[in-house]
């Protein structure tokens, strides 16, 4: 039977159900553990309507976005996906889902990732508290907020596309931010790297964060070996 796997969400949210569906799959024994790749754009912000995993993997079977009149996805973001994931990450990025070059995107040693545009759950203020703290380059997507941390603090702004900004975080020896899929997706790569999230309280923004958000992170992070809480 072919092996089809639907997917939905931005581009975090992708890889991560991505690696999953691939590893859970290998487990079992399935070969080719996915034959086609499905994204299911409905209700997505308009930015995120794309083909991310084209963009960021060498793909070897059929990936693409398709038209949908209600939600549907094969899988969500779990720990218990993330834990089996980083059992078979080499092996996934070995054999099925080889990186793509990618020259174009800055390379520095702190990152401060600020989530706006969708999901703000860290105010302007606090934002402002970690740069000042940890002396970061900022990334994002939102750019009015990002243009006012720097104001305030002095750092610098990369200014690039969302597949670049991925790239800048899998590479820095720091990642600094909120709940994001963006951050943790990215460990699946590297998953080595220092990644310091926001503690359960410390988030002040105009968006709550539900304590199942916090509780799946919370259990993810410690499984990374370099992973920790600011609070």
Known sequence: MKEVITLRGGLGTTVLTLFHAYSLNIAAGLTPPVDEIQI????????????????LFEMTI???????????????PSPEGFALSLQ???????????????????????VLH??????????????CELADEYKPTLIGDDHNLISKISKRTGCTILRQNAVDDWHTTIYAKHIIGGLSTF????????????VSILGRNEYDGPKAVTDLS?????????????GGWIV
């Open 62 to 76: 059929p990936c693409a976005v398709v038209p949908a009149e209600q939600i549907f996805k094969d899988h969500n």
């Open 214 to 226: 916090y509780n799946l992170f919370d259990d993810c992070v410690k499984m990374l070996p370099n």
């Open 114 to 127: 600020v989530r706006g545009t969708d999901n703000q759950f860290i105010s302007e203020d606090r934002y």
């Open 40 to 55: 299911n754009v409905h209700q997505a912000p308009l930015g995120s309507r794309e083909d991310w995993l084209s963009k």
């Open 183 to 194: 951050i943790l997706s990215g460990s699946l790569i590297n998953p080595d790297r220092k």
């Open 88 to 110: 078979y990450r080499q092996i996934v990025l070995d054999k099925y889902l080889k990186l793509r070059y990618n020259d174009t995107n800055k390379i520095v040693d702190k």
